[in-house]
């Protein structure tokens, strides 16, 4: 093992191989611990709604692990463990992080801060009726489990974002800590009382908001691997002072990167022994926490991806949802997917040189397979010249 001596300067491509490795694309994953491990590992897996190969919150140990079954995913999230000697025990629960993201269930008492500043800030533009909230909970005891529409309906007869009172009034309750998602079922949240889901453990181990931050701070420092004030507070959606508040105190090392404007930590452990392994190819989703952060994605990779989901039909320049591929722990290019049918269409590919071919190739076919396509079919290449080479490659 190549042992890095004690430094506080990096190279860039020493800092992108370190962040290789913390978001488990560079050496071997531990496929023993699954996608557990996985979630573990990174700390938060984000929620999304949209779906093309698959949702987001699939994408994520795919890309890491390879072609898991995607009913082995949703298990492995939403499972309870139990035993003759406890209730059942969630692995994770949904709440708000980098945005609505499965975290593991054992940080549920490094949230306590959230959920009170939730509870003292002013409500949205919803407003309840008397007996609204408490009407929600009082079902909740009384009937157990329950999805929005089984609590009375999800919406009114408005727009998507016209809630129903039992829809505001559970999200209400779910932001401050009194009901828990530790479920989904066909997409809807599963909503219970905290009180009942949550282990006595942690659901009694209410933190002070230093300690709670201290927590995040490492953890994101961890899952990075090396980033900057931004790059970590971002990861749970900090504020740039309450990183400043407990940075000294946890455990990050200050470091400076090589190309990099503004200062940086590491997780120490990331700078015990070089970065070496196995590189993944893979298609990244968009929500994927290796790329998340559109500014350190520029920095480490050089690559600019900006989600066109949201952007009018004709301003797309690369697609509704286009993927990144990472292969050689670089972004080689990218391609905006679609399934008719049997069939992954490869609706617009952009790759940066002929040398992404084969790695454009190999990941289509895996992601084909994984989601039970039998072909795959290139529409449309933004360098012409490459269509017949990946055609080819593809087979």
């Known amino acids: 093992m190549t042992i890095l001596p004690p430094v506080t300067t990096l190279s860039a491509d020493e800092a992108r191989r370190i962040a290789l490795r913390a978001q488990g694309f560079l050496g071997a994953p531990d496929r023993r611990a699954g996608v557990r491990g996985v979630l573990r590992h990174l700390g938060a897996v984000q929620l999304d709604t949209i779906s093309v190969l698959a949702r987001s919150h699939e994408l994520i140990p795919y890309a890491r692990l390879g072609a898991v079954g ?33 975290l593991p269930i054992e940080e549920w008492p490094h949230f306590a801060f959230r959920r009170r500043a939730y ?13 609204a909230y408490d009407a929600v909970i009082k079902q909740l005891h009384a009937e157990g489990p329950l999805t929005a529409t089984e609590l009375g309906g999800a919406k009114n007869k408005g727009e998507w974002w016209d809630w129903s009172d039992s829809k505001v009034a559970v999200e209400r309750a779910l932001m401050y800590g009194e009901v828990v998602c530790t479920e989904r079922r066909s997409w809807k949240r599963v909503y219970d009382l905290a009180e009942r889901a949550i282990p ?41 002072e309450q990183f400043d508040e407990v940075v000294a105190d946890s455990g990050l090392v ?27 190819t893979t298609l990244l989703s968009p929500f994927d926490s290796l790329i998340w952060e559109r500014a350190r994605t520029e920095r480490i ?79 449309r290449m933004d360098q012409p010249e490459l269509a017949g080479p990946l055609v080819e490659a593809i087979g």
């Open 301 to 379: 990779f050089g690559f600019t991806h900006r989600l066109e989901a949201y952007v009018p039909k004709p301003k797309r320049v690369y697609g509704y949802f286009a993927m990144p591929l990472l292969s050689g722990g670089r972004i080689m290019g990218r391609v905006d997917p679609a399934r008719e049918g049997r069939t992954l269409v490869a609706k617009q590919v952009s790759l940066h040189s002929p040398k992404a071919v084969e790695p454009m190739a190999q990941a289509l076919v895996e992601a084909a397979q994984w989601v039970g396509c039998d072909s795959v079919r290139v529409e």
């Open 254 to 280: 200050p470091v400076t990167v090589e190309g990099w404007s503004k200062p940086a930590w590491a997780d120490p452990a990331a700078l015990e022994s070089a970065p070496r392994g196995r590189h993944r």
């Open 119 to 131: 509870r003292d800030r002013p409500h949205w533009n919803h407003q309840l009726p008397d007996g």
């Open 70 to 102: 995607r009913d082995r995913i949703e298990s492995a999230y939403w499972s309870t463990t139990s035993d003759s000697a406890s209730p059942a025990r969630p692995h994770a629960f949904e709440y708000w992080s980098h945005a609505a993201c499965i």
């Open 200 to 240: 006595d453990a942690l659901f009694h181990d209410d933190l002070e908001d230093a300690e709670c931050l201290r927590r995040l701070v490492r953890l994101a420092g961890q899952s990075l691997g090396v980033g900057t004030r931004a790059d970590i507070a971002d990861y749970h959606r900090l504020k740039g």
